[in-house]
């Protein structure tokens, strides 16, 4: 049991269909080892974990402190002057705890699954595309990261100062909860993280053939907008500077990744045989349709026409009377010379 918990002991080309189940049954405990291995780390250190959690608090009471002060800006003096982080319930320090040990687990396990992924689908890939999965899984792991640090050193710290900008405006106390604070930190990361994988389910899609680059770029005014709506729900506040510039960036990656879509499809057509564009397919259907009008000889068959229905004025126009023709007068009738 442990020998296949730790290694294969056959390649997996000669693995049956239930033992490629297995195998996965064993990646996805490996996965779950790792991330369970997290947990109790962030448990057992329970000190650090919600330290370092809290710096982006830290950084919207005080910005010079922030490596990114220059954008942050100045904060409230209220704002700094707010109490620590309060919890009112014992459930609420648990789910603090809990908070923390989610967030580490998920560090830690993110690149065990990426591995796990490649290792699983590996062989039924080719020699071509196995190339091209490594740097395709170290772009997805990067982008998660790049996403995940975009929220944990800007949008939440800026966030923090427009929710104690507005409630001061209202005159209202702000009374942070540890729970909720801790829980809005982890999110928000994990969800800009998630965010940024968007531009390789775009190139997945292309490169399965399933979505025309040339599609999905003149569709871009659509899909300009379903980046501001996703960016308007991952934002809490949704303020102008982060949903412009997260949008921005979204809508980059989605420009690079219709790019890089269209070279990869058309590698992969000429490589198979096919024409480089895939809308040249539309023309190849047309010229299929004109070939199978024509006959053996390489005639084109005469289809068959409607009747020419004749219009209503000629059915109401009465039809002129041709003048009959008179018969010519028998001999020895003399009545014509009348």
Same mark, same amino acid.
């Given at each position: 049991? #442990?020998?296949?918990?730790?290694?294969?002991?056959?390649?997996?080309?000669?693995?049956?269909? #239930?033992?490629?189940?297995?195998d996965l049954r064993v990646s996805l405990i490996r996965v779950l080892a790792v991330f369970a291995v997290g947990m109790v780390a962030a448990l057992i250190f329970y000190e650090y974990v919600p330290r370092f959690l809290a710096m982006p608090l830290e950084w919207a009471k005080h910005p010079e402190t922030s490596p990114i002060y220059f954008v942050l800006g100045r904060s409230d003096p209220s704002l700094a002057a707010l109490p620590p982080l309060k919890e009112f319930t014992f459930m609420g320090v648990w789910s603090v705890l809990m908070y923390a040990a989610f967030g580490v687990g998920i560090a830690l396990a993110s690149p065990v699954f990426l591995y796990e992924t490649i290792r699983f689908v590996g062989p039924a890939l080719t020699d071509r595309e196995k190339r091209g999965l490594i740097p395709f899984c170290f772009s997805a792991l990067v982008l998660f990261l790049s996403g995940a640090v975009l929220a944990f050193f800007w949008l939440t710290p800026m966030s923090v100062q427009i929710w104690h900008h507005f409630a001061s405006g209202l005159n209202m106390e702000v009374i942070w909860q540890a729970s909720d604070y801790y829980g809005f930190v982890i999110m928000m990361s994990l969800l800009t993280g998630l965010t940024f994988q968007f531009p390789l389910a775009l190139i997945i899609l292309m490169w399965l053939e399933l979505v025309r680059p040339r599609t999905l770029l003149k569709s871009w005014r659509g899909m300009l907008f379903g980046i501001l709506i996703v960016v308007a729900i991952i934002t809490p506040i949704g303020e102008p500077i982060s949903l412009g510039v997260l949008t921005g960036i979204l809508f980059g990656f989605y420009l690079i990744a219709v790019s890089i879509g269209s070279v990869l499809v058309r590698r992969k057509r000429v490589a198979r045989g096919d024409r480089p564009n895939p809308e040249d397919d539309d023309i190849d259907d047309e010229d299929e349709d004109d070939e199978d009008d024509r006959d053996d000889d390489g005639y084109r068959e005469a289809r068959p026409t409607k009747p020419i229905s004749p219009s209503p004025q000629a059915i109401a126009a009465p039809k002129a009377e041709k003048p009959s023709a008179t018969p010519p007068p028998a001999d020895g009738d003399l009545s014509s010379l009348d």
């Open positions: 049991m #442990l020998s296949a918990f730790i290694r294969r002991n056959r390649p997996r080309s000669e693995m049956s269909f #239930l033992e490629h189940l297995d």
